[in-house]
């Protein structure tokens, strides 16, 4: 049973656009929520992370959205840029454990 | 600061061999994660450390495969024997113990097994 969808496996935008890259999850008791960028062959990289007691967190051209109620984040990159195209994942945890359940993830390109 | 770093980045043996993959976490962290990457499944944890200790090795597939941590500054997962379908990318991470902090992974060990 997935706990964390990406339900989009992959998306293209055009440079200077907004990416808007969506995650759901099924576990209500989770709190704690992050987004990774990975490159071919790199390992994910941290990129934003947002706790249940926000509803938005901003990071330069980075703004990752919770809406608790809907079980549902998403990741706003904006303007959007040809460096930003790699596969981005979204992970969530109860913050008791250390465990982080990952979505399956949604390659962005962005097109120049 | 260096980050963690894994060995080998590529390994290609066949079936039956003995693998064993290293990792150096972040000096200072004091968690440290063992992953497996594949297209069907995506990320799975298989191995959670904290202070050298092995928390949860409920991932772990099978006896197979073996984890250590003999120091805070090195970690093995070892698979013996392989088999064809353990081929994926293993990726260490490590983080700041137990509280709302990211982990940070390695670049991955690209195994495949013949």
């Known amino acids: 049973d997935q706990q964390v969808k990406q339900n989009s496996p992959s998306l293209s935008v055009q440079e200077g656009r907004i990416s808007i890259l969506n995650c759901d999850y099924t576990n209500s008791m989770f709190d704690y929520f992050l987004w990774y960028k990975k490159y071919p062959a790199e390992g994910p990289t941290f990129l934003i992370s947002i706790s249940s007691i926000k509803d938005k967190n901003e990071d330069g051209r980075f703004t990752v959205f919770l809406n608790k109620s809907a079980k549902h984040l998403s990741l706003h990159i904006v303007p959007s840029q040809p460096g930003d195209s790699a596969v981005y994942f979204c992970?969530?945890?109860?913050?008791?454990?250390?465990?982080?359940?990952f979505g399956t993830g949604t390659r962005l390109k962005v097109l120049a | 600061d260096a980050g963690v770093i894994q060995s080998p980045r590529h390994e290609v043996t066949e079936m039956g061999q003995e693998v064993t993959l290293r990792c150096k976490p972040i000096?200072?962290?004091?968690?440290l994660f063992w992953y497996r990457q594949t297209m069907m499944r995506g990320l799975e944890l298989l191995i959670y450390?904290?202070?050298?200790?092995?928390?949860?090795d409920s991932g772990m597939p099978e006896d197979r495969f073996s984890a250590k941590m003999p120091n805070a500054s090195f970690s093995t997962l070892k698979i013996q024997p392989s088999e064809p379908r353990d081929s994926a990318v293993y990726f260490c991470?490590?983080?700041?113990?137990?509280?709302?902090?990211?982990?940070?992974f390695g670049d991955g060990t690209r195994l495949s097994i013949l």
């Open positions: 991470a490590s983080s700041l113990g137990q509280v709302n902090q990211p982990q940070h």
């Open positions: 450390f904290n202070n050298n200790v092995p928390i949860d």
């Open positions: 992970a969530a945890r109860n913050s008791g454990t250390y465990k982080y359940i």
């Open positions: 000096s200072g962290h004091n968690s």
